[in-house]
């Protein structure tokens, strides 16, 4: 089950994905995740439509470029309220189904500027690394669930968001200063999230992988 506030990002990935698998059982929810109680309403109809929730990938974020001393209170409430408190309202509507299956993984994505300073976009940055504190802790909690928790942090990724972005800027050929010198492909962050997702990463949980090719190394 793909979730997102967008109609239109929901059915381009849908598509996507039957194009590659076309008996994929996939479906798309509308939802704004900023909104405390729509978690509850997510995980009720997956649980509805799939039997159970054994997986969740928290993945939706908010960016503002702005500098601290420019960002107004707007800028704070939306960009935690979307990259911190909606983590948090999803697995806690999930944890019950999580914890009931057994095996349960949440996969948490952060950012290498999590670890990395840089100036202009605090709020974003100071929630990244309150998604690493946040995965910590419930690795420690629910491990007696038998729940995994664990947290990636991407570096410079080609996703059609920064596609738009160097396109509009112009700089679409921009080198990433990481030790192999390019952006990832959206799916070589992909498939670390496939591995924390299934059982052959059963032992590994409260970890921070950096998905960065090189850049905090
Ligand atoms: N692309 C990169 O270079 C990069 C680097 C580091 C971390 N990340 C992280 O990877 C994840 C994916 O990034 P992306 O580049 O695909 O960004 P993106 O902006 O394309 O994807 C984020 C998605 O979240 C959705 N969303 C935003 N607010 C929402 C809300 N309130 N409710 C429901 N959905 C909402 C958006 O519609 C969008 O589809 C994010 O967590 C991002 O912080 C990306």
């Not at 509850?40 to 928290?58: A, T």
């Not at 990433?176 to 498939?191: F, I, M, Q, T």
């Amino acid at each position: 089950m793909l979730v997102d506030h967008s109609q239109e990002s929901l059915n381009q990935a849908v598509e996507r994905i039957k194009g590659c698998v076309p008996n994929a059982a996939i479906a798309g929810l509308v939802a704004d995740l900023s909104i405390e109680g729509e978690a509850e309403r997510v995980v009720e109809r997956v649980v509805r439509e799939m039997d159970s929730v054994s997986v969740v990938v928290n993945n939706v974020a908010a960016r503002r470029y702005e500098a601290i001393a420019d960002a107004p209170w707007e800028t704070w409430d939306e960009i935690v309220r979307v990259n911190l408190l909606s983590f948090v309202s999803m697995t806690r509507a999930a944890l019950p189904h999580l914890r009931r299956c057994g095996r349960g993984s949440i996969i948490n994505v952060s950012s290498v500027h999590a670890v990395l300073g840089r100036k202009g976009m605090g709020a974003y940055d100071a929630t990244k690394a309150g998604v690493l504190a946040l995965t910590r802790t419930l690795a420690y909690e629910e491990a007696e669930h038998n729940v995994r928790a664990n947290a990636i942090c991407p570096g410079f990724t080609r996703t059609p968001f920064h596609a738009r972005r160097l396109g509009a800027k112009g700089v679409d050929d921009l080198v990433p200063p990481c030790l192999l010198g390019r952006w990832a492909d959206p799916v070589e962050v992909a498939y670390p999230m496939l591995w924390l997702a299934s059982d052959e990463a059963s032992y590994v949980t409260g970890a921070t992988f950096m998905i960065d090719g090189g850049l905090s190394a």
